[in-house]
């Protein structure tokens, strides 16, 4: 069973960086396509973006493509989202997501293909 912790969600000013970070134990992500979703208090949660278990492919949605890079280190079973350029439309609870995939290439962009949730970190941005 894969578990996953994100970690260094923060306050930070418009315009700011963070640099998000997602751990799995229990469980390895190599077979697995890595996904960041958020969501804002009263909305639903929102794909962010999506990286292929080999780390070739990559996606984002649209409002935070050109700001937030994704990468992975399988071998440190970790997860990252650098995240610059920050607006207070960004705040939200950060989730990072794990789901199986069968080939190296494949990214999901939807949560139900996710199996494997964080808790979430929360990133606040103030104007």
């Known amino acids: 069973q894969v578990q996953l912790v994100e970690s260094g969600g923060g306050l930070v000013q418009a315009g700011g960086s963070l640099r998000l970070s997602c751990a799995a134990s229990g469980g390895t992500l190599s077979r697995c396509a890595m996904g960041w979703f958020r969501q804002a208090p009263g909305k639903e949660r929102e794909f962010v973006v999506t990286?292929?278990?080999?780390?070739?492919?990559?996606v984002y949605a649209d409002s935070v493509k050109g700001r937030f890079t994704i990468s992975r280190d399988n071998a440190k079973n970790t997860v990252d989202l650098q995240m610059n350029s920050l607006e207070p439309e960004d705040t939200a609870l950060y989730y990072c997501?794990?789901?199986?995939?069968?080939?190296?290439?494949?990214?999901?962009?939807?949560?139900?293909?996710?199996?494997?949730w964080g808790q979430g970190t929360q990133v606040t941005v103030s104007s």
């Open positions: 997501a794990a789901g199986r995939t069968l080939y190296s290439g494949t990214v999901y962009t939807t949560s139900r293909e996710y199996g494997y």
């Open positions: 990286i292929s278990r080999s780390g070739e492919t990559t």
